[in-house]
């Protein structure tokens, strides 16, 4: 029989419920006998698969349910453009299924559960709350399980099918870069505050200076934690007037040249000033920043000695060999030399143990973490991987500007995300075209029409 389909979405209505599961009744047909009656019945052949009439109807209500709650006024399709729509997606659901059986292509238990542990995470739930969640809006947690596998797989089938019909050149990331969507896209916006003492017109040398005084004496209570929106709710500070303004996001050509130069090095909540000008004494304060493409990141130079277990070395003789050669570096021998004599990564070995600069996430958690954790200079002792025992040190810590490698990975991920839609739809008409579809019409009232070309 065909298993249920059922649609991965996030607990506020975005796991949507696809499918129920084939029903099979008994009835009684008198005080002796029972006789078994099948409700259910095949309504169209996929090629080597068929669609049964319980998948469509449970996928036809849910859609129209959705339909139904959309907000007032919407536009909403015809109930016979709706019928179209469920049975092609169950068209193009079954020829995918078909070749993902085809090219070998399974779901494991641990991808599964590792995957419904991550949905879980998005929605802020626990595995257990997720589960209650599911129950409260009718959903079995077994169903939304196997729908959650076959999004999974789709999304797999997909991928394989059009990887290499995809690319984005370098000169697709310039253009898009030079037009005003991708200036628009990368610039960074402001959110500044504002607070002026001001000097009033005709002030006197005297009256300059006490008004400097009061200013800096602001300037001190701001670095004490005295809140800058409570000083802007004022009228007066130190016998001085006051007046505060919002001046509301701004991109940094936009930003008064007053405070041009200091408004992209500040974080958020940083107080700048006084700057003096011919009206006062100014201080903004940072309250928010979105968009950009500043891309910061701390790289590190490591250098390591890398022991392996093998076909002759047993585990526990790998960790005792790390141990030993960790003691040695202790005592005085050179690092670089026993790492070109021991080690088993051959292409840092062969340097002295160096891995060469990169960034924290470049490398598997547990070495990543003892990195971290080192002091430029000092030895760990041996830290497990995957890959055996590690001692480690580290050279050398940087940071690095990467904002321009940062922005044009952006670019080519956001072309490629939308020349990969445009390319799945047309794939999409092409298995379509391509598969054998045949509709079962009993003479019923519930027999499908076929949709709509």
Same mark, same amino acid.
């Given at each position: ?9 996030? #607990?506020?209505? @975005? ?40 998948? +469509? ?20 399709? %015809? @109930?016979?453009?709706?019928? &179209? ?10 020829? @995918?299924?078909?070749?993902?059986? =085809? =090219? ?14 991550? #949905? ?15 129950? !409260? ?9 196997? /729908? #959650? ?5 789709? %999304? ?9 019909? *995809? &690319?984005?050149?370098?000169?697709? $990331?310039?253009?898009?870069?030079? !037009?005003?969507?991708? @200036? ?24 300059? %200076?006490? #008004? ?19 000083? %802007? ?23 008064? /040249?007053?405070?041009?130069?200091? $408004? ?7 107080? *700048? ?26 790289? *590190? ?24 050669? !960790?003691?040695?570096?202790?005592? /005085? ?26 960034? +924290? ?9 003892? &990195? ?29 500007? =990467? !904002? ?44 499908? *029409?076929?949709?709509?070309?």
């Amino acid at each position: 029989m065909k298993k249920l389909v059922k649609k991965q979405l996030k #607990i506020s209505s @975005q796991l949507i419920y696809f499918g129920l599961s084939l029903v099979l009744a008994l009835t009684s047909a008198g005080l002796v006998q029972a006789e078994v009656q099948w409700l259910d019945r095949s309504i169209a052949i996929v090629d080597d698969d068929v669609i049964l009439q319980s998948e +469509y109807d449970a996928r036809l209500k849910t859609t129209e349910l959705r339909i139904k709650n959309r907000p007032e006024g919407a536009q909403k399709p %015809s @109930q016979d453009m709706v019928e &179209a729509q469920v049975m092609d997606g169950l068209i193009l659901k079954s020829i @995918q299924v078909q070749m993902a059986g =085809r =090219r070998g292509i399974r779901i494991s238990e641990d991808e599964l559960n590792n995957a419904i542990k991550g #949905i879980a995470r998005q929605n802020g739930m626990s595995l257990p709350d997720f589960k209650k969640a599911l129950q !409260s809006e009718g959903v079995s947690y077994l169903d939304a399980r196997e /729908g #959650i596998r076959d999004e999974i797989l789709l %999304s797999r089938v997909q991928q394989a099918a059009l990887r290499n019909r *995809v &690319a984005v050149s370098d000169q697709e $990331v310039d253009s898009y870069l030079n !037009s005003e969507e991708g @200036q628009k896209q990368l610039s960074t916006e402001y959110l500044i505050a504002h607070i002026l003492l001001l000097v009033p017109p005709g002030a006197s040398v005297d009256r300059l %200076s006490d #008004i400097e005084l009061a200013a800096n004496k602001l300037a001190d209570d701001f670095k004490q934690g005295v809140s800058f929106v409570d000083v %802007s709710k004022m009228a007066v500070w130190d016998g001085n007037a006051l007046r505060s303004s919002d001046l509301g996001w701004r991109r940094t050509v936009e930003i008064p /040249g007053l405070f041009a130069k200091q $408004v992209p090095g500040m974080r958020i909540g940083d107080v *700048v000033g006084p700057t003096q000008s011919a009206s006062g004494f100014h201080f903004i304060q940072l309250t928010g920043k979105r968009g950009g493409a500043e891309h910061i990141v701390e790289e *590190v130079l490591i250098r390591h000695i890398l022991i392996s277990p093998n076909e002759v070395r047993t585990e526990d003789d790998t960790l005792q060999l790390a141990l030993s050669l !960790s003691q040695r570096i202790k005592d /005085g021998e050179d690092f670089a030399e026993l790492a070109k004599q021991f080690s088993d990564d051959p292409g840092s070995g062969s340097e002295g143990g160096k891995l060469g600069w990169s960034s +924290y996430d470049k490398y598997v958690p547990a070495f990543a973490t003892a &990195a971290r954790e080192l002091p430029v200079g000092k030895m760990s002792e041996p830290v497990k991987t995957q890959f055996g025992w590690h001692i480690l040190e580290v050279v050398e810590r940087r940071t690095e500007d =990467r !904002s321009v490698e940062y922005q044009r990975n952006q670019i080519r991920n956001l072309i490629y995300r939308r020349k990969y839609e445009e390319e799945k739809y047309s794939w999409f008409r092409k298995i379509r075209e391509e598969a054998y579809v045949e509709f079962i019409d009993d003479g019923s009232e519930k027999s499908v *029409v076929p949709p709509a070309e």
